[in-house]
Nanobody, 124 residues
Framework: QVQLVESGGGLVQAGGSLRLSCAAS????????VGWFRQAPGKEKEFVAGTSLSGAAIDYSDSVKGRFTISRDNTKNIVYLQMNSLKAEDTAVYYCAARATMMVVRSSGEYPYWGQGTQVTVSS
């Protein structure tokens, strides 16, 4: 089983930047695809970005494309989400999730392993 811990959230002004980190443990992590999701109050989890095992196959939602960057350091077992040009609508709890295949998908239900989430609040 994989354990995931997110960090790096906080309060920022619109236009600012944050870098979220997802620290992973577990013997199977190096084989997992990893996705970032976010959930605003009263809403369902929304796919943000995902990366395959190699990092060659990367997917972003249209709402964050060009502003967010996902990267993966398998040596350190860390996945990052660099968030630039933040907007108020980016405010949400951000979760790191992993699945036991190399392919990234956008459905949260396909990810069995989740971190506890980290709050990102963007003020206008």
């Amino acid at each position: 089983q994989v354990q995931l811990v997110e960090s790096g959230g906080g309060l920022v002004q619109a236009g600012g930047s944050l870098r979220l980190s997802c620290a992973a443990s577990g013997r199977t992590f190096s084989r997992n695809a990893v996705g970032w999701f976010r959930q605003a109050p009263g809403k369902e989890k929304e796919f943000v970005a995902g990366t395959s095992l190699s990092g060659a196959a990367i997917d972003y939602s249209d709402s964050v494309k060009g502003r967010f960057t996902i990267s993966r350091d398998n040596t350190k077992n860390i996945v990052y989400l660099q968030m630039n040009s933040l907007k108020a609508e980016d405010t949400a709890v951000y979760y790191c999730a992993a699945r036991a295949t190399m392919m990234v998908v956008r459905s949260s239900g396909e990810y069995p392993y989740w971190g506890q989430g980290t709050q990102v609040t963007v003020s206008s």
